[in-house]
């Protein structure tokens, strides 16, 4: 029904930045909520950042200030700028998507992942 693919993932040392995009195709009405999760290596899948249709977002408390959520309503698409990125960073993220389908019927989608790794 409805598919989400990231893009941007990749190797970086610290400090660096690094951009996220993730778009949403396929049986769309209304997207109410897009951003990003992330899932390290024996960690549990925490929040980074989303940002609802309203222009609300919302941040993990390790990313604030230095990751910025952007939404493309027009492409249906949602980006992650990640700036002076740490070895902590280092995560698969996963593009999450709260979406109508009609006016009344919605449910949540993921992504695939794309793998961040940030060392030296």
């Known amino acids: 029904q409805v598919q989400l693919v990231e893009s941007g993932g990749g190797l970086v040392q610290p400090g660096e930045s690094l951009r996220l995009s993730c778009a949403a195709s396929?049986?769309?009405?209304?997207?109410?909520?897009m951003g990003w999760y992330r899932q390290a290596p024996g960690k549990q899948r925490e929040l980074v950042t989303t940002l609802n249709s309203g222009g609300g977002t919302k941040y993990g408390d390790s990313v604030k200030g230095r990751f910025t959520i952007s939404r493309d309503n027009a492409k249906n698409s949602v980006y992650l700028q990640m700036n002076s990125l740490r070895p902590e960073d280092t995560a698969v993220y996963y593009c999450?998507?709260?979406?109508?389908?009609?006016?009344?019927?919605?449910?949540?989608?993921w992504g695939q992942g794309t793998q961040v790794t940030v060392s030296r």
């Open positions: 396929g049986s769309i009405f209304h997207i109410v909520d």
């Open positions: 999450y998507g709260r979406i109508y389908h009609t006016a009344t019927t919605w449910d949540d989608y």
